[in-house]
């Protein structure tokens, strides 16, 4: 059985803990700030912390019966040619790994977390898709990559997006990823704004209902792909379980009731969807959608043979979308030389990924 982990808890449990044991409640926001802004480490002998509160700590925190306080180890650090991407292999209690991603921009950086250690979804050009489904992660794990993120950086009010597009899917772990970012956004912790937040699906469509249904204010990407129910089942298995149509038809109801713009997410594989045609088709099954579509020219994985879609291809397919008022924007292609791009995240130590030995 697994220890309790105390990064698992919401502001709200760990008061209540605190209150079991006899200690005021009042005392959570002083251990809470150590934690998410300071961490574990920093909680042995801390003279700012009243004398119930370091009492619990030492009986509570790190031993036997209690909560464990470790964060994950990081197993392998790699960094990218293009100077501001780094990729983390993280080392999780149980031997499990995951990959989380450190993406710098000018006067900010972006976290990219996993939600899964593996993936159920199965999508064909994906390489956590290509290694399935192996557990859930916590809500602590999920944390502490943030976490990990912030204090890789000189400042740590430089992290600031959240991107849930890292391995798995976040919607299939639905209780935890929410969990996890009602954490995250705790103004008395980590602080990250919920604007700031964005939750990535390959279609889930329960979950998509239920983010509009609990009115969650993070923002949601939806993986498309595919303008009909056969190119998208050829790409993106899960498809079959909610099919096109259907998830249409629930980013309409999410937009009606939330208000929310949504991302749609679309891989360009040369001679598979990156016609002009495959555009129009897209540019009709989203007609009437406050959305903006992200082109991302396919990143190479070791068990896909597809290629990237080319320049030419990728600015017709661009304007056959803006010529039908949607905006589209081609993403920055960043890590793809050390296994850090969209769809290339996977717990490998080796850089087997691009072919290599």
């Known amino acids: 059985m697994m220890t309790p ?34 961490g574990a480490a920093e909680l042995a002998g801390r003279g700012d912390f009243p004398p119930p509160l370091r009492r619990w700590v030492g009986e509570r925190v790190g031993c036997e019966g209690g909560f464990s306080a470790s964060l994950p180890r990081v197993l392998t650090e790699t960094g ?25 921009y000018p006067g900010r950086h972006t976290a990219c977390v996993s939600t899964q250690a593996g993936c159920a979804m199965g999508c064909v050009f994906c390489a956590t898709g290509q290694m399935g489904f192996i557990r859930h992660l916590r809500a602590g794990e999920i ?53 700031r937040v964005t ?18 204010p993070y923002g949601l990407a939806v993986s498309l792909h595919g303008a009909t129910e056969e190119e998208r089942a050829a790409l993106v298995p899960a498809s079959r379980r909610w099919p096109l149509a259907e998830l249409i038809a629930a980013c309409r109801e999410y ?8 991302f749609f997410e679309w891989t360009l594989i040369a001679g598979r969807n990156d016609s002009a045609g495959t555009a129009r088709r897209l540019a009709a099954l989203i007609e009437g959608i406050d959305a903006h579509v992200n082109l991302i020219p396919l990143n190479p994985t070791a068990s896909y043979s597809g290629v990237a879609a080319t320049g030419g291809s990728v600015g017709v397919f661009q304007n056959v ?3 039908a008022g949607i905006p589209a924007t081609v993403r920055q292609r960043r890590g793809i030389d050390v296994a850090a791009g969209c769809g290339q995240l996977r717990a490998e130590k080796r850089g087997d990924l691009l072919g290599k030995p």
């Open 5 to 38: 982990a105390i990064y698992d808890l919401s502001f709200a449990a760990l008061e209540r803990e605190l209150a079991a044991s006899g200690v005021r409640p009042a005392h959570a926001r002083a251990l809470w700030r150590a934690l998410h802004r300071g």
């Open 80 to 104: 990218s040619l293009d100077g501001l991407t780094r990729k983390f292999l993280l080392g999780l209690a149980d031997g499990q790994s995951v990959e989380t991603v450190l993406m710098g």
């Open 143 to 195: 944390v502490a990559q943030v976490l990990h993120c912030r204090r890789a950086l000189p400042e740590p009010g430089g992290l600031r997006n959240l991107v849930l597009m890292g391995m798995g899917e976040p919607l299939h772990n639905y209780d935890a990823v929410m969990a996890a970012l009602e954490i995250i956004t705790d103004s008395r912790g980590i602080n990250l704004g919920p604007s």
């Open 199 to 216: 939750i990535s699906t390959v279609g889930v469509v329960p979950g998509i209902l239920r983010l509009a249904e609990e009115e969650r």
């Open 255 to 262: 937009c009606r009731r939330t208000g929310r713009r949504i």
């Open 321 to 323: 979308l803006r010529e």
